[in-house]
C-alpha cells in the first residue's frame, strides 16, 4: 500500500461543475501539499497545509489531521484547470515530500 | 524575483556525452532540490542541498553529480548516462526555517533525451 493514495486517478468534468479531489495518507507529517502540473510543463505549488482550510481564488484544500485525509476542491471549473493534481506529504522536517500518483484532471467546455 | 530557472529546456545527448543542467533562484531559498520524473509518474527525489551542503542523496548512480556552487545556484553533472536517464529533471528551493523546511516552489524543468 502507497504510504499516498489519491482518488479519482481520473476525473473528467464540464465546465462550471464542483470538483473534488480526495488524498489519503498513513505516515505522520508535518504538512501536505497540493500541486499542479500542466501537460509538459513545470509544477506549481498549490497549497501547502497543516490543518483546517486555506482558499485561494477558485480553490480550496482542506485537511483532516485525526482522520490522515486531505481534499482539494475546485470551484466553477474551467478548461484551464485540466491538468495533473498532486498530492504529497512531508515528514517530520519537511525536507523529503512523499507524492501520490496524481489525478487527472480534464475539463471540457 | 519569485520563480526557479532552469536551462537548458531541452537536452539531447548521447551515452558518452558529459553535460550539465543549472538552476538558479534569487529568492532566498536555502534549500535546494533535484527530482526526476518519468512520463505519467510522480517526481522522485534525487538530491537535497541545505545550507549548500548536500544533506540528501537519494542512492543515486554516481553518473549523476550534484554541486551547489553558491546558496543561489544548483548543478547537475551528467555523465554516461543510459537512454532509461531520459526523463524531465526538476528543480525545487524552499526557505528553511532553523532546520524545518517550507514550500517548494518548482522550476520547469529540462526535458532531457539521452540517445
Known amino acids: 500500500k502507497n504510504e499516498v493514495e489519491q482518488s479519482p486517478q481520473n476525473l473528467t468534468a464540464q465546465e462550471g461543475e464542483f470538483i473534488t479531489i480526495n488524498c489519503s495518507y498513513s505516515?505522520?507529517?508535518?504538512?501536505l501539499h497540493w500541486l499542479q502540473q500542466h501537460p509538459g510543463g513545470g509544477i506549481v505549488s498549490l497549497f501547502m497545509?497543516?490543518?483546517g482550510k486555506k482558499k485561494h481564488g477558485r480553490l480550496i484544500a482542506t485537511i483532516n489531521i485525526q482522520e490522515k485525509h486531505s481534499s482539494l476542491h475546485i470551484t466553477a471549473s474551467h478548461p484551464r484547470d485540466s491538468a495533473v493534481y498532486i498530492c504529497a506529504v512531508s515528514g517530520e522536517y519537511g525536507n523529503k515530500l512523499v507524492f501520490g500518483a496524481g489525478t487527472i484532471l480534464r475539463v471540457k467546455s | 524575483d519569485t520563480e526557479v530557472t532552469q536551462t537548458p529546456k531541452h537536452l539531447v545527448m548521447g551515452m558518452t556525452n558529459k553535460k550539465s543542467l543549472k538552476c538558479e533562484q534569487h529568492?532566498?531559498?536555502?534549500?535546494m532540490y533535484w527530482y526526476k520524473q518519468k512520463a505519467k509518474k510522480p517526481p522522485e527525489l534525487m538530491f537535497v542541498y541545505s545550507y549548500e551542503k548536500l544533506s540528501i542523496n537519494e542512492s543515486v548512480p554516481s553518473r549523476f553529480s550534484p554541486e551547489c556552487p553558491n546558496s543561489s545556484l544548483l548543478n547537475l553533472h551528467l555523465h554516461a548516462l543510459q537512454p532509461e536517464d531520459s526523463a524531465l529533471y526538476l528543480c525545487?528551493?524552499?526557505?528553511?526555517?532553523?532546520?524545518?523546511?517550507?514550500?517548494?516552489?518548482f522550476g520547469p524543468g529540462t526535458r532531457l533525451t539521452v540517445l
Open positions: 525545487a528551493s524552499s526557505q528553511m526555517t532553523g532546520i524545518s523546511y517550507n514550500e517548494q516552489f
Open positions: 505516515v505522520g507529517i508535518s504538512a
Open positions: 497545509l497543516s490543518s
Open positions: 529568492m532566498g531559498h536555502r534549500a
